[in-house]
T-cell receptor, first 117, second 117 residues
Framework: AQTVTQSQPEMSVQEAETVTLSCTYD???????LFWYKQPPSRQMILVIR??????QNATENRFSVNFQKAAKSFSLKISDSQLGDAAMYFC??????????????FGQGTILTVHP | DSGVTQTPKHLITATGQRVTLRCSPR?????VYWYQQSLDQGLQFLIH???????AKGNILERFSAQQFPDLHSELNLSSLELGDSALYFC????????????????FGPGTRLTVL
């Protein structure tokens, strides 16, 4: 079974600085997708960024980028120019493309990000 | 706003009771997923429906059941409720089975917070 581990329960960053959130996963599959979701205090789950495992190029979305290391099974999220609105719980998630578990997202435990003004 | 709607937002009920949570997917999405978020278990996948058919089951209790109707809305039925069922229940939707992450990204509704007293 796939597992996702976020080893940092909490992180903090100063406004305008850069922070990196870590995520590792365990899988025997070669084709899969990885996601970062953000959950602000409103509890809404918001997609931040996604990465296809077959792509070597790291995904970027504005101030958010990932460092995807397939061999190391590592998928970290870098937030540049941090803003107060980035404060939230961040979840790393893994999804398989097929099989009986198709569509299932497996989530990590989450990392609470605090942004200091 | 993800385009996924869930009702009700909050539900307070007693042990032993039965409740129904409702989800309307984004326009054009055929897949609906249910997740449970609790303090002790984190975010866990419950069940996936595609175009009215059950496609995958996760850690869903036998006391829980779900359906997806012809208009694609879905209902999650929770019966014989216990204190431990108190959680935030999310519905997510995506285009369907085929395609890459552009079409398979899951967009989450705002959730239903269930409190069992």
């Amino acid at each position: 079974a796939q597992t996702v581990t976020q080893s940092q329960p909490e992180m903090s960053v100063q406004e305008a600085e850069t922070v990196t959130l870590s995520c590792t996963y365990d899988t025997s599959e070669s084709d899969y997708y990885l996601f970062w979701y953000k959950q602000p205090p409103s509890r809404q789950m918001i997609l931040v960024i996604r990465q296809e495992a077959y792509k070597q190029q790291n995904a970027t979305e504005n101030r958010f980028s990932v460092n995807f290391q397939k061999a190391a099974k590592s998928f970290s999220l870098k937030i540049s120019d941090s803003q107060l609105g980035d404060a939230a719980m961040y979840f790393c998630a893994y999804r398989t493309p097929g099989g009986t578990s198709y569509g299932k997202l497996t989530f990590g435990q989450g990392t609470i990000l605090t942004v200091h003004p | 706003d993800s385009g996924v709607t869930q009702t009700p937002k909050h539900l307070i009920t007693a042990t032993g009771q039965r409740v129904t949570l409702r989800c309307s997917p984004r326009s054009g999405d055929l897949s609906v997923y249910w997740y449970q978020q609790s303090l002790d278990q984190g975010l866990q996948f419950l069940i996936h429906y595609y175009n009215g058919e059950e496609r995958a089951k996760g850690n869903i209790l036998e006391r829980f059941s779900a359906q997806q109707f012809p208009d694609l809305h879905s209902e999650l039925n929770l019966s014989s409720l216990e204190l431990g069922d108190s959680a935030l229940y999310f519905c997510a939707s995506s285009k369907g089975l085929a395609g890459g992450p552009i079409t398979d990204t899951q967009y989450f509704g705002p959730g239903t917070r269930l409190t069992v007293l």
